[in-house]
């Protein structure tokens, strides 16, 4: 555990006065505050700090505690027992705001120096803290809806994650976040789906595309291929002469559409066409012949 | 609308001590949607979060209502290019290693 410079990280000098470490916090979280850096993780942890620092700095007895054993941290809980059998009374009750999001987690330094003692009574309530998770899934997972059940804090939750979920879409559960302060509701719980392809279909939204290879003869005399969908197979009919890049649309054999029921996109095919490799003689020859009956037809 | 989906203003002016003024200001910049009921007036639960910040920056961070109306428009638009971003980005996959 390393000792944390509170005076370096708001950015002002020792001798800093209240109203000084004040207007530096206000400065900084303005900032820094994860609500006007929405998704900046590097934010949310200098707002940490900011506000730790804050908690530290602008509390007399915290700043008197911090200045004599801060590098000496150590020391402190022996500090803080002599203090107690002086009688001294604890804390101011200043309104301060304790960021019922952000500010509840304090940094080791602080809990071995402070304890729980050294946060300052807020007589506002404030709802809990968001918990942002992400729930990483395959894709052959999120076909059908089902039931996950996850952990967050040490708590099980169980959710029903719809059919059709989209990678990095993002659902709320009010009410399952961190618990309020003061008697504050709860925060809210908001999952980040993480999707993993782990099949050869491409996804955008409900439609699937896919490549499927014709042999040479099949594309030029028509004929039928056994195609790949995501839950199955289906036979289809190729028309004569198909060329390389043709599309295929099959109705319905995409992804299954967010939250409508019994609702799928299209799966897209896009020929292509592979030339047969080591031929014969007799297939060079008969190539061949095919080759100068187009000369002359063409002539 | 459910009443238990209901916060009255009264109520949130005393608990987060502010003036019902500035909710009627975040209300007139259309931030957060006031329902007058039998003569009360209410804000959706669901907005609670939302106004919370905003009287965090208006009380602790000392940002006047015009500040919190261009931060509010602004974070809307990052918020709208983040959604944009990740379509862009699951498009994209469609188009890799293809």
Known sequence: MEFIDYYKILEIPKSATEDEIKKAYRKLARKYHPDLNPNNKEAEKKFKEINEANEVLSDPENRKKYDSYGKDWKQADAYEQARRQQGQSRRSSGQQYQSGEYGGDFSEFFESMFGGGGRRSNPSRFRGQDIQAELHLKLTEVFTTHKQTFSINGKNIRITVPAGVENGQVIKLAGHGAPGANGGPHGDLFITFSIENNTKFKREGSNLYANVDLDLYTALLGGEVLVDTFDGKVKLKVAPETRAGTNVKLKGKGFPVYKKDDQFGDLIITYGVNLPSKLSHEEKELFSKLKKMRDHGSE | ?98
Do not use: P, W
């Not at chain 2, 907005?47 to 974070?75: C, H, P, R, V, W």
């Open chain 2, 1 to 98: 609308m459910a009443a238990n989906s209901l916060i009255s203003i009264e109520q949130v002016c005393t608990q987060y001590k502010v003036d019902d003024t500035f909710i009627r200001a975040l209300n007139e910049l259309g931030h957060i949607q006031v329902i007058v009921q039998h003569n009360d007036q209410y804000i959706i639960r669901d907005q609670l979060k939302d106004l919370e910040s905003m009287i965090y920056f208006y009380t602790e961070l000392q940002i006047n209502i015009e500040g919190i109306d261009a931060i509010a428009n602004l974070l809307k638009q990052i918020r709208e290019l983040q959604d944009e971003l990740m379509l862009t980005k699951n498009k994209l996959n469609l188009f890799e290693n293809a």
